[in-house]
């Protein structure tokens, strides 16, 4: 069984993959303070709670987030008796590498994604991911990372407005019923959806029409569904995509060694 964990900024994921699905998935606040024997305790409870019994034999990481990598590293060795894989670390390659500007380190998530995204839907793409940041990442016809977008993410603009201005309140993203706003909050509401629906738009269109062709928009990350009822933003949502991406890695991988 290999145990998945994508360490994004805000939340990591945890999931357990037989070679044909996923058995079960996770979800853990993101802590650097966080030790290999607590993320064992926290994962066993929860492998547990639905009664998932089985043997560990491979790990992979992704983390947009350096300082939790080691105790993520101590926790497949000393629990799982396994070496991991590190997105983005050598040891670890990738189907086909990026072909970005010399010297760029290209974040994991966006390595990940794009592997997985290949492997379920071919080439020339743009994946949406509205994470902690809203990413768009081109992916080339043999499936290369060739260069993206990053924007601040939706949760993100709604807290640096309240932390800006302080007569502004904490709001929760949603569809407002009418652009313009009666009411604080509605105000808020519609220029925060409204903007990003404007901003996916004319990036991914900007996007289509630099690379002159015809490319398929794909989303994922949990805000991709409420902003696809305004309109159709995307051709296809893709929940699990980056937790796929380290499945396609790591058979990348085992592929090489076999």
Known sequence: ?????????TNTVFAIWDGARFLANWRIATDPRRTADEYF??????????????????CIVSSTVPRVVFNLRVLCDRYFDTRPLVVGKPGCDLPVPPRVDAGTQVGPDRLVNTAGAFDRHGGDLVIVDFGTATTFDVVDGDGAYVGGVIAPGVNLSLEALHM???????VDITRPQRVVGTNTVACMQSGIF???VGLVKEITARITAERDRPMTIVSTGGLAPL??????????????LTIHGLTVIHAFNESLTA
């Open 41 to 58: 305790t926290w994962l066993r409870t929860m492998m547990q709670l639905q009664a998932i019994d089985v043997a560990v034999t491979g």
């Open 194 to 196: 409204w903007g990003y």
């Open 1 to 9: 069984m290999l145990l998945t964990i994508d360490c994004g900024n």
């Open 164 to 170: 800006a201005a302080a007569a502004l309140p904490h």
């Open 227 to 240: 902003f696809q009822q305004s309109e159709r933003l995307f051709d296809l949502w893709d929940e699990d």
